[in-house]
Each structure stands twice: as C-alpha cells, then as structure tokens.
C-alpha cells in the first residue's frame, strides 16, 4: 500500500476552507466567539480566555508590529517559556504577513545571537527580565533587531531603553493602530498564501550549529486537516501544554491542532509542577515526550517499592492482569470473559488509582513521540488502559510521518499518515515524500539539497516497513555503531531499555570502532539518593552519590538486567556514571533533557577512553 | 587520615510525618573547624539536635570517638564531651553571669579545674566579668551569645555544636566572635561544627564546608574551593555578575558543582 507510487495532491489543502493558518485562525476566532479558548493558572486559580480574547490579543499584537514596521516575509522571534503570550504573538505575527520563530528559553545568550542573525529576527518577545539579559549581551552584534518586547516587566520597572518595550505598550500600540485602519487586519489575512514561509523551526542541532527549517503554512494546513488519522480530536478536549512550544510537536499538538478541533489547552505553571497540574486538570487527550512518561513510570515504581506487602501483590496482581489484556488486544484478540471479569475488578481496586495518581484517568488519546520510547513502557501504560500511541515524524516533515492505527503494533510507530508515502531508500533510510515535507534550511541550500532529493525527504533514521505497512525505526543513521569486530549496533534500543530503569535518567552507549560496548550512564537524583537513603549508603554531593560502591552496583545490576535481553556481543561490559547533574542549560541535554551523543562522547572522552584503556 | 571524631551517617530525622533530614552524612576531623551551610528550613538546626540527643534520627547512625550515641540522652551526651550552643543562646535569663557558667559546669566534680576554666572564659570574653554578677537576662544580644559560649565551654567538650551564632549581631561583634571561636579551637583544641547563615563569616572561619538543601547535602568542599564555586558566589555569597544592565534580579539555576 505504502510503496505504491501515490500522486501527492496538489490541489489545495483546506480545513474549514481555509488555506493558510491566518485565515483558520481568524475564521475560528469569528466561529467560536466566546467559547474557552485555553486556560492558565493565575494566583493558583485556573482561568480561562475565550476565543475572541484570543483573536483581540493577537491582532493587537500583529497590529503594533505592522505600525512598528513590520512587512511581509520578515522574522519575528519568540524567547519564552509556554504561555498564552506565546500564542498571541504566534498568530499575530502569521496574521501580519510574518514569519513567527521560536527560542528555546534555555539556549544560551550566544545561541540567542546566532538564531537572531540568522534569521535576521526584526523584532523580538522575550518573557522577563532573564531573557532579556540574554538579548542586551548579544545587542551589538544583533544589528537587524528593531525592537525588544517584554512580557513579564517584573524587575524592569525602572529599566529604559529605547529598544525595549513592554508587551502591554505594543498591544495598545496595536489596537491604536487597529482604530485607525479598521480593514488593514483582515487585508493582510487575507494577503496570506498557502506555499508562504509561515514559520522557522531550529532543529537543536546535535551536530554543528542549528538550522532554521522553513515551515509553509501548506505543510501545517496539511497536518492539520490530517492529524485525526491518529490523534483523536474532539472539540472540549481538555490538553496540557507544558513543552517547549518552540518544538513542533508541541506547537502542533497546542496551537495548531486545536485551530480545528477546538481543544483547550491547559498551561502548566511550570515543568516542575507537571505533575500537580496533570492531575488538576485530568488531560482527555496528552501528549508528551518518553521523558515524561518515564517519570510519571518511575514515580509509581517506586511508590509501590514502599507500599505495603499487600499493595505491592495487588499492584503486581492488577498489572499483570492489565497485561493480559492489553497483550490480547495488541495481537488482534478480545480477551476472554474472564481476563475482562478481572480486569475491571483490578481497575476498580488498583488499576485506576494509579491512573488518578497520574492524572491520566480520563484520557482518550496518550501520544508519545519526538525520541524513541521502550515499548514495554508502552505495554505498561495500555496495562493500565491508557491507549498510548507513538507517533514518528521530525520537524522537517512538520510533525506527524505516521502515527499508530486502532490496531496498535509495539515496537513499531505504526503506519504512513493519509495522502504521503514513506519509502525505505537502498541503505535502509526512511524517506518522506508528500505535502508535510518542508520547504529546505533557511541559508543553507546546500543542506536543503541534501536532505531533499527529488521531493523525497531524508529523514536519517534507519529503519524497515514490515508486511502490514507498519514502520520499524531502527535508530538514526549516524548513530548506528560499527565494532571494532564489524557488527552493526543500534544503541537506542538498549538505551531505552535503560532509560525504563527509575535510576537511569539517561544513557548512552558507545563502542564505535571499539572492541566492546560500553555507557555512560546519567543517574536518576531522587530516585537514587532515596535508594541511598533506604539502604544507608552515606553520601554528600551528586559526585560522591555517584561514586558509593552501592550506587555503581545498583546501575550495574539495571545494566545486567537489560543485558540479558540482548546477543552477547550487543551487551555493554563496562559503565561510567557522569558525576555532575546536568541542566537543560548544559550544552550536553538538548532542552528536552536528552544526552546528545556527539557532546557527551566529545565532553567526556577520557572518561571513555578508560574503559577502553583498563581492558587492554 | 585519623578518624574523624564525630562522623554522621545516613540519618533521617522527622517532625511528625515530615522527614526534615534526608539521609544526611558528613564528617568533623578532630581539632578541625566544619561548618553546615544552608537557607531556612534546610535542617541545620535539626542536625545539630540530632547530633546532641535533643532529637532522635529515626535512621542512621552518629558515631562520636568509635562510639554510636544516636538516641542517647542529651545529657549523656554532653558528658561524652559534646556541647550544644542552641541557637538563639538560651541563657538562663535569672540567673547571674557566674551561675549560668556554673551550670556549664554542672556535672563536673573537679572544681579547680572548673575555677581555672572560668578564668579561661573571662580571658576570652573579658566582658563577662565585669558583668559577672549581674542577671544573664539583661545583657545585651552579643553578650549574651558569649555567655551561650562560655557557658559550653565550661563543660570542657571536645566537640562544640555552634548554632548561628552571629544571629543577631552586629558585624563588628560578629567578627569578635568568630576570632574567638577560632581561637578556642586553636589554644583549646575543641572541634568546632558551625551551622551558619552568614555564609562570608563562616567560609572564612572554617577548614571544610558542606551546604545543606532541603534536607539534603548538596555539595562539601574546602572552604577555599566552596568560596570558589558559582552557586556559592551568588546565592550564599551575594556576589552576582555584573549583567548587561549592570544588575541582574533574576536567579540562575543551582547545579551545585
């Protein structure tokens, strides 16, 4: 089905009949009205922003940039965690006619810079007094930035300068501007064309610097109107947006899919409080990354290694009768009148306490993408009756590649998204082809070149279809390890298998042109310093919990564990923990808190090297 | 190395249901100066109780010369030799100068010695002679904290448990007090725990340091290294750099290293 040649539509992509995301946008605002929009916790009190509010603040926004000068086609950039200004500025700059960028708040002032010249940013949002700091160190060299917006003036009260300006000032800047050309919103909105640069997205580059790639607003109308071939959309679908929105999958998920559906996104105060708020708002549909739902995993394994006897048996008991279940269902089977008797006995007695624990007790749709996940941790959460999906794509393709059917298949990410084709290239690459492939790097034709070759998008994962059409990723392409003796390695597979591991954070596995595998290994804190704690091993500091002989035993034994679910030679004989605690703002944890393989074999290579160096 | 003279190990104490140490462990060398570190509420306080016997860790061990003394009664404690300056000094208000320093010494029977250690104590606080017959309520904040330190002192510890004691204080006064503590320390050779806020005055007092975080130690140095460190400089030290704006409010992460 999927290899058959496919003719990419070329007609226009529509959703409500409209071709561009201003025009979605400003159609929904007029429909909707009144209706919730999203909601945000203000002084501990959830309250909501009806969609005309949301159209009012981003045309305000988009207006005050158009007084400002802003024309068609140029860059706007966004520095700031996951608000609702966030979006306001999102669709008031694609309203104006410009080209909305996101930053990662963690990125460092040099990053900033690099991104603002690059992009040649002609204004910039950032949320507070930190962020601006960023921008004032990196001013000189950032000519082309007119203005500076501020949201948060928290601490900048007495600050002038005539670059910079509060958020509140462009607003009402804007509906000035909006009184006096009542008609020039609805002009430039209607000016929008489909194959125009909508957005800029900087892949967090783990190799060399970022690249900017372009969105069009095609690529996201496209997605849009194809996104319920996987994720389920109902309007009134409660959401919690909580990633950064600087990464596609979030900003699809939180902005652009509820364009259509209606869903009310819910903000999180913080990353921190995730769990608190997840379980205020009991999601109906969620997405996250496998970070997330390894921690909410690890939180219950350990609360249940403190439970009673009793509880730890029901929890046991339940699970595997969840299992049962769940297993039943992947092959295709209903389970028996009996696996069903039992299940809903351990949903009412253990099973739904956990998902309440987690907040995940009325959610419809559970998503997972954006990094490889284990598939037992998959297997865990449909245990519970959490219908988790994977979906596969990259920002290049704008979001979803392809997103897992009702007849789910572990280990794979289910099967090519409506209207586009994945084909697998002569050395095993998944290619992309179809109306979600982007329009190339900003300034970078020679790369665009590369990585689009007769409208086939390389995506640098390696992988396989299987009989039924489902994708099998077997790892990025440049991460595939070749040993010293020849043989093949993929490291994600066991790294997620050692990521699954409450004490293991994160790992990665080298052996690239060594004899062995070996791994680095980033420990789970809490999780560990409680292990510690129970088992009175005395400790100070991150370093010296890491270098207790209990704690390397305790990593041993969860490497020997997954060890013995592999061939000999795939097994790591040798480990090394990283002894300091890492930050999204270390240049060694993408801003989704993921090792990047490339620094981490660079930044800690006499680490490795001594692995490699004892066993000569 | 020489075993440390006091060495805690994995102790978790409670208030109620609230766990207030997290499995703390450090060490004092004899004859050496440590301090603890740390914002309200870390459990500062709460270590110096457990060590001393006011409270009990529900796990855990303190080992003071080879010998465990976790849950042993504070006064037996203290006649082991380790002594307790509370915070907020706790002098006995109505009683005099001299009697409070009396019941320093209360359970030590050898009065000459006693006789000569109270001279000791007016050598170093030579205002507490003057004011030697007058009622301990009516000294002064900084008097008072010298009383609280004489008064341990008389019990001739080896060990002394010092809980903030510039709290209160002038910085004049401050630095009196602490050139004094090192002294005792130095001509006494008494081992000195210092719990700290006033980090300055602690770091440059001490040999070693841990910070202590929610219930938790978060870093341990030498204070010549501590002093160093990022996270130090700007959330015990106040020392923020200069930012483009020339004054920065925001607070960066702490990573502790």
């Given amino acids: 089905m999927m290899d058959n040649a496919m003719p990419v539509s070329v007609e226009t992509i529509k959703v409500e009949g409209c071709d561009t995301i201003p025009r979605l946008f400003w159609h929904q605002v007029g429909a909707r009205d009144d209706r919730t929009a999203f909601r945000e916790k203000d002084l501990g009190i959830w309250k909501s922003t009806s969609w005309r509010d949301y159209g009012e603040r981003a045309r305000a926004a988009g207006m005050g940039l158009v007084r400002l000068g802003l024309e068609r086609g140029e860059v706007v950039s966004i520095l700031a965690e996951t608000i609702p200004e966030w979006l306001y500025v999102d669709m008031g700059t694609m309203g104006a006619g410009g080209v909305s960028n996101g930053i990662y708040p963690t990125d460092s002032a040099k990053q900033v810079e690099y991104i603002l010249s690059d992009s040649q940013s002609r204004f910039l949002f950032v949320e507070d007094e930190e962020q601006l700091d960023k921008f004032l160190e990196a001013r000189e060299r950032c000519p082309q930035v007119r203005k500076v917006f501020v949201f948060d003036m928290e601490g900048l009260s007495d600050f002038r300068d005539d670059q910079v300006m509060p958020f509140d000032e462009l607003l009402a800047l804007g509906r000035q501007h909006q009184a006096d050309h009542p008609r020039l919103w609805e002009e430039l909105i209607a000016g929008s064309q489909p194959e125009d640069l909508a957005l800029l997205v900087y892949t967090s580059g783990t190799t060399g610097p970022a690249k900017g790639a372009m969105i069009s607003h095609r690529n996201v109308i496209f997605q849009i109107a194809n996104a319920d071939a996987f994720v389920s959309m109902r309007a009134n679908d409660e959401q919690l947006a909580f990633l950064p929105l600087c990464h596609i999958a979030e900003r699809t998920f939180t902005v652009f899919l509820p364009l259509r559906s209606g869903a009310i996104p819910n903000f999180a105060e913080s990353l921190e409080t995730v769990p608190e708020n997840v379980r205020e708002v009991a999601p109906t549909t969620f997405f996250a990354v496998p970070r997330i739902w390894e921690r909410f995993y690890s939180g219950i394994a350990i609360r249940m290694k403190e439970a009673t006897w009793i509880g730890r048996m029901a929890y046991r008991w339940a699970v595997s009768v969840g299992l049962q279940v769940a297993e039943a269902r992947l092959e295709g089977r209903r389970p028996s009148a009996l696996q069903s008797l039992l299940y809903q006995v351990a949903d009412y007695l253990v099973l739904d306490n956990i998902k309440r624990a987690i907040g995940m007790h009325r959610v419809r749709f559970a998503g997972t993408g954006a990094a490889p996940i284990a598939p037992d941790l998959i297997k865990w959460y449909r245990a519970l009756g959490v219908d988790m999906r994977e979906v596969y794509g990259q920002t290049e393709n704008c979001g979803i590649a392809t997103g897992m059917p009702d007849q789910a298949k572990l280990g794979t990410v289910g099967v090519c998204a409506p209207h586009t084709e994945v084909r697998i290239s002569a050395d095993s690459e998944i290619l992309l082809r179809g109306p979600h492939v982007f329009m190339g790097y900003l300034n970078n034709p020679q790369k665009t070149a590369e990585t689009v070759r007769d409208g086939w998008l390389h995506t640098g994962d390696v992988g396989f279809l299987d009989n039924e059409g489902y994708l099998k990723i077997t790892d990025r392409m440049k991460d595939i390890i070749i040993t010293a003796g020849g043989k093949n390695i993929t490291p994600s597979e066991m790294e997620n298998q050692l990521k699954f591991s409450p004490y293991i954070s994160d790992a990665v596995v080298i052996g690239d042109r060594r004899k062995f595998l070996s791994c680095l290994v980033m420990i789970d804190y809490e999780n560990v310093a409680k292990y510690a704690q129970d088992s009175n091993v005395p400790f100070t500091d991150f370093a010296s919990l890491c270098r207790t002989r209990e704690v390397i035993d305790l990593i041993g034994s969860e490497i020997e564990r997954v060890n013995q679910s592999f061939a000999r030679v795939e097994t790591v004989k040798k480990f090394r923990l990283i002894e300091q605690q890492l930050t999204a703002e270390d240049d060694e944890l993408t801003p989704t808190m993921k090792l990047k393989r490339k620094f981490v074999n660079e930044k800690y290579k006499s680490l490795i090297d001594g692995m490699y160096v004892e066993a000569t | ?257």
Avoid at chain 2, 122 to 135: K, N, S, T
Avoid at chain 2, 137 to 157: H, N
Avoid at chain 2, 229 to 254: C, N, S, V
């Fill in chain 2, 1 to 257: 190395m020489a075993e440390p003279i006091l060495k805690v190990a994995n102790i978790e104490t409670y208030y109620g249901p609230i766990m207030a140490i997290r499995g703390v462990s450090f060490e004092v060398p004899e004859g050496g100066i440590v301090t603890i570190l740390g914002s309200n509420g870390a459990g500062k306080t709460t270590v110096l109780k457990t060590i001393c016997g006011v409270m009990d860790p529900q796990k855990g061990s303190v080992v003071f010369q080879g010998r465990e003394i976790q849950r042993m009664d504070p006064d037996k404690v203290m006649r082991l030799g380790i002594s307790h300056v509370p915070e907020g000094r706790e002098v006995f208000p109505f009683l005099t100068v001299r009697e409070n320093l009396r019941m320093g010494a209360f359970t030590r029977r050898d009065s000459d010695g006693v006789a000569q250690d109270l001279e000791a104590v007016f050598g170093y606080f030579p205002v507490l002679r003057e004011r030697a017959d007058q009622r301990a309520g009516s000294l002064s904040g900084g008097e008072q904290q010298m009383l609280a330190i004489s008064r341990a002192l008389m019990a001739r510890p080896k060990v002394m448990l010092l809980d903030e004691p510039s709290l209160g204080l002038s910085p004049k006064l401050v630095k009196d007090i602490f050139d004094i503590i090192v002294r005792i320390n130095r001509e006494r050779g008494v081992t000195i725990l210092l719990v700290e806020q006033n980090a300055n005055m602690a770091l440059q007092t001490a040999d070693y340091g841990y910070v202590l975080e929610v219930g938790r130690i978060v870093m341990a140095d030498t204070c010549e290294r501590l002093v160093e460190k990022e996270d130090i400089k700007e959330f015990y030290l106040g020392i923020k750099e200069q930012g483009a704006r020339g004054q920065r409010r925001w607070k960066k992460r702490k990573t502790w290293r």
